[in-house]
């Protein structure tokens, strides 16, 4: 069973006034910084495409400014 599958499984065992603090909760955890954009997903999948075509860009010719 995944994480997900036992999360769900037991929230969906407690009172809904539980539910509702667990959900703020988990709201507090999540930054919108976070979520994929489609965009995002787009990049990493073609950073994926670019690494196993062995297009690689060196440590040092990144500017981390």
Aim: glycine content about 4%; hydrophobic content about 40%.
């Amino acid at each position: 069973m995944s994480v997900m599958q036992q999360i769900s499984s037991l929230v969906e065992q407690l009172p809904e006034k539980n539910q509702i603090l667990v959900l703020e909760l988990v709201k507090t955890m999540v930054s919108p910084y976070d979520v994929l954009s489609g965009e995002d997903e787009d990049d990493i999948m073609q950073a994926r495409v670019d690494y196993e075509a062995g297009e690689l860009t060196s440590h040092a010719a990144i500017n981390w400014d």
